[in-house]
């Protein structure tokens, strides 16, 4: 997973399609293909596929206080941050740069250990139903 976020950031970094489009190939090209389909909704910025009816019904206030509770800050820490870029993603960013200890280096989930986590509390809600 933390391969697919550099690869991310790189990607966002640029304007230059064709710089997007290497970058990407490089990275889908030294998956297996098993993670394909998983790295390739993960880059399309949604959750799940488009295919899937699930939402993840996060909202402002679900995802401010996540952050807030993982970072340790003031709750108007998020909003000051929001404030300063207009782009929620960024904000998260900028308030979990704030913790007094950053997470071990070491913990690094795979993309399906994601794809996993994802689903594992909403898929198991909707089997009992």
């Known amino acids: 997973?933390?391969?697919?976020?550099?690869?991310a950031e790189r990607v966002a970094a640029t304007t230059r399609t064709s710089e997007?489009?290497?970058?990407?190939?490089?990275?889908?090209?030294?998956?297996?293909?098993?993670?394909?389909?998983?790295?390739?909704v993960f880059f399309t910025g949604r959750p799940f596929p488009e295919a899937d009816q699930r939402a993840t019904g996060l909202g402002w206030a679900a995802i401010a206080n996540a952050v807030i509770r993982t970072a340790g800050v003031p709750p108007d820490a998020i909003g000051r941050a929001y404030d300063r870029s207009s782009d929620l993603?960024?904000?998260?960013?900028d308030?979990?740069?704030?913790?007094?200890?950053?997470?071990?280096r070491d913990g690094n989930p795979s993309l399906a250990e994601v794809a996993r986590a994802r689903c594992s509390r909403r898929c198991s809600r909707s089997r009992t139903r």
């Open 1 to 7: 997973m933390r391969r697919w976020s550099e690869v």
């Open 20 to 40: 997007k489009t290497v970058l990407l190939a490089e990275f889908l090209r030294s998956l297996p293909a098993t993670d394909l389909p998983i790295a390739s």
């Open 89 to 93: 993603g960024q904000a998260v960013a």
């Open 95 to 104: 308030v979990l740069t704030m913790r007094p200890s950053q997470p071990p």
